[in-house]
């Protein structure tokens, strides 16, 4: 079973910027269609952006033009920069794959908080 790990989350002030990575032990990850979720206590995990195997990316009306997804050249890393960012953008984000049959294990997420 693939285990997920998130990292980078931070406390950053609004308007400031934060790159958050996810890997999975060595495994090719960026080979699968792969998304980035956010989950604020209390409420439904919202799907934030996916970067599909051909490369291609979607993301959410809320972050688009702020947030990119990208991989590393032998696709062990899932990046998703974030810009220009919000209070509204505090939560965990956590990442998994896209459009299968059933996720990956969960991982502990990352926290970012965005405050003044």
């Known amino acids: 079973q693939v285990q997920l790990a998130e990292s980078g989350g931070a406390l950053v002030q609004p308007g400031g910027s934060l790159r958050l990575s996810c890997e999975a032990g060595?495994?090719?990850?960026?080979?699968?269609?792969m998304a980035w979720y956010r989950q604020v206590p209390g409420k439904e995990r919202e799907l934030v952006g996916v970067?599909?195997?051909?490369?291609?990316?979607t993301y959410a009306d809320s972050v688009r033009g702020r947030f990119t997804l990208s991989t590393d050249k032998p696709k062990y890393t899932i990046y998703l920069q974030m810009n220009n960012l919000e209070p509204e953008d505090t939560a965990a984000y956590y990442c998994?794959?896209?459009?299968?049959?059933?996720?990956?294990?969960w991982g502990q997420g990352t926290q970012v908080t965005v405050s003044s």
């Open positions: 998994n794959r896209y459009g299968y049959e059933s996720f990956w294990l």
């Open positions: 970067l599909s195997r051909d490369g291609s990316t």
């Open positions: 060595g495994r090719r990850i960026g080979s699968y269609s």
